[in-house]
């Protein structure tokens, strides 16, 4: 079967919210075996940015998180939203590091990208590993953002990975990405 059989044709579309952080759409849509689709509904998002950061004395920067849609406490790699003034996301993660961490990298290696739910979202996550951080500044906090930063070592955040204690999929995603690339973890 041709791939382009699989596309869905829109016959509607509509925004049902829309603010700063995100648009819902509602598509009415009939797919490739002709059965309608209404509503289907997709969250447009601007693209995120999540980096696997480590300081020059070799430690790796975390989150302890506070998620109120699971009302859990979690740890987290440092990530945020491309603003509309990023260039791109080369600086979107430029500045999240600054603004949560208060650390500024000596280099950044781009590793890729992912996406969270292509079924529902229409966004990216771009995947950096800054390294060689040294601390400029004490972090600026957005309105939402709660979190204790920690400091580990190499061994002790491959054991919160192995052992399911980063439970955010981006941040699994990118961490996974990492360890290949560091020769970690190897298939």
């Known amino acids: 079967m041709d791939t382009k059989t699989l596309f869905w044709k829109t016959l509607n579309t509509r925004y049902v919210y829309e603010n700063n952080f995100l648009k819902i759409r509602q598509d009415d849509c009939l797919n490739y075996q002709g059965e309608t689709l209404n509503p289907y509904y997709i969250c447009e998002m601007t693209d995120w940015v999540v980096a696997i950061a480590r300081t020059v004395d070799g430690k790796f920067i975390l989150e302890k998180s506070y998620r109120h849609a699971?009302?859990?406490?979690?740890?987290?790699?440092?990530?945020?939203?491309i603003d509309l003034s990023d260039a791109d996301s080369l600086e979107a993660i430029k500045r999240e590091l600054l603004e949560e961490t208060g650390y500024v990298f000596n280099n950044y290696l781009y590793l890729g990208t992912t996406r969270c739910n292509p079924a529902i979202f229409n966004n990216f996550t771009h995947i950096y590993?800054?390294?060689?951080?040294?601390?400029?500044?004490?972090?600026?906090?957005?309105?939402?953002?709660?979190?204790?930063?920690?400091?580990?070592?190499?061994?002790?955040?491959?054991?919160?990975?192995?052992?399911?204690?980063?439970?955010?999929?981006?941040?699994?995603?990118?961490?996974?990405?990492?360890?290949?690339?560091q020769g970690i973890l190897k298939f």
């Open 70 to 81: 699971i009302q859990e406490v979690h740890y987290e790699i440092p990530a945020g939203c």
């Open 129 to 181: 590993f800054a390294d060689g951080g040294v601390f400029k500044q004490e972090p600026n906090l957005e309105p939402g953002e709660s979190f204790f930063t920690e400091f580990v070592s190499l061994d002790a955040l491959i054991e919160l990975y192995k052992n399911n204690k980063i439970v955010q999929s981006l941040h699994i995603t990118a961490l996974t990405q990492f360890f290949l690339h």
